[in-house]
């Protein structure tokens, strides 16, 4: 959950604010592949139903994503409040054929997602409604990029090491290709989704693994909570500290940046059964104002050095807080943009999706939290994948045209 403090991101505001008739738009489950069913929440601006209050007029409509550009929006853009995650398994082949397979394959994405982002859908589902504000990513596992020779980073050619404590499931983890569809609501995913099988199945391609997931409602920017109740990803690295951390250095991976997600279940009961100024203590947080023990406000720097006049640590020396803060790690810091999710009794919980150069800097985290956190009391590993984030792509590109040179 990474909740390591640093400065507020420098995006636009997290959530809730001018979504608009789009977040009345409601539908059915994910068609893709069986792609599974999630509570998603909508996020509606402060009044409510448009209409519903007289005298109310509806907000005016955001534009469309812009999909094309230096960067993938799906990193770039303030969070939407719907996303589905899925991955792709390319079926085996020969070098040369599976590179030319996979040329194919991004080639029909780039397609699909532009259109989809644009003013114009393809597809009639999407015309005639509001703009669906699709954002996107789509990024290499480790083991295509190692299978076809693709031109990546280096640091992306192995897979996370295993953590004490994981219980991993193979079968929602891991895959050739990774995808990320947000939104402004459910709706618009499971037709982009759709189309997204669509042309996998065509080129030969399986869906591996699919994920929905949901942010809670806000206003004015606020940091979305997690479901134990606590504000998640108060702190993300601003602009300068992006480029040092996030992004790739200067070269043809300038742009591209690499995912690391994780799937947490979460014992969300029992943390509930905890005194408040324990489950305080756990995470090193306020539960109301997000703020850190040792400060006032919610982007306060942690100080995790303070001590109480017993010689006790403020932030306990288990809390979370501490255990991920880039004070112990030469002040590394990832760009946290996770997601909740909800499968049904007993298997609620994170989406953890981070960005960073160099996935070590995950491993490093997660080995302290792993040996330490008093979070894992109430919270299990179930899957895990990591990726390199493809760089943007100008308008009459195609994505992943640096894989090949």
Known sequence: MHAE???AQDQPPTVGTGVGRRALITGGALAAAGIGAGVTALALDGGGLHGGRPGREAPPEQPP???????????????????????????????????????????ELTRVLAEASGDSPADERLQGAPPARLSSLVAVGPGLAARLGLNVPPVLLTELPAFPGDRLDPARGGGDLVLQLCAADRWPLSVVAEQVDAVA???????????????????????????????????????????????????????????????????????????????????????????PLTGTAEHDEPDIYAKNPDGSYVIPATAHVRLSSPRLDGGARMLRRGYNYDDGPGDRGLLFCAFMRDP?????????????????AFVEHTASAVAYVLPGVPEGGTLGEVLFG
């Open 360 to 376: 070590a800097q995950f491993t490093r985290v997660q080995n302290r939290l792993a040996a330490r956190d008093a979070l894992n």
């Open 65 to 107: 994503v812009p999909f094309h550009g230096e960067r993938q929006a799906g990193v770039t853009v303030a969070q939407q409040p719907a996303t589905q995650l899925l991955a792709l398994d390319l079926a085996p082949a020969a070098t040369s054929d599976g590179r030319a397979a996979l040329r194919g394959l991004l080639g």
């Open 201 to 291: 199945r065509a080129a030969g391609a399986t869906v591996r693994w699919t994920q929905s997931g949901f942010l809670a409602r806000t206003t004015g920017g606020a940091t979305p909570r997690n479901l134990f109740g606590f504000k998640d990803g108060t702190a993300n690295p601003d602009g300068e500290q992006s480029g040092q951390w996030v992004w790739g250095p200067p070269g043809p991976h300038e742009h591209g940046t690499v995912l690391v997600y994780r799937r947490i279940r979460m014992d969300t009961a029992a943390f509930a059964a905890l005194p408040g100024d324990r489950r305080e203590q756990v995470m090193g947080r306020r539960a109301g104002d997000g703020a």
């Open 5 to 7: 403090a640093g400065k």
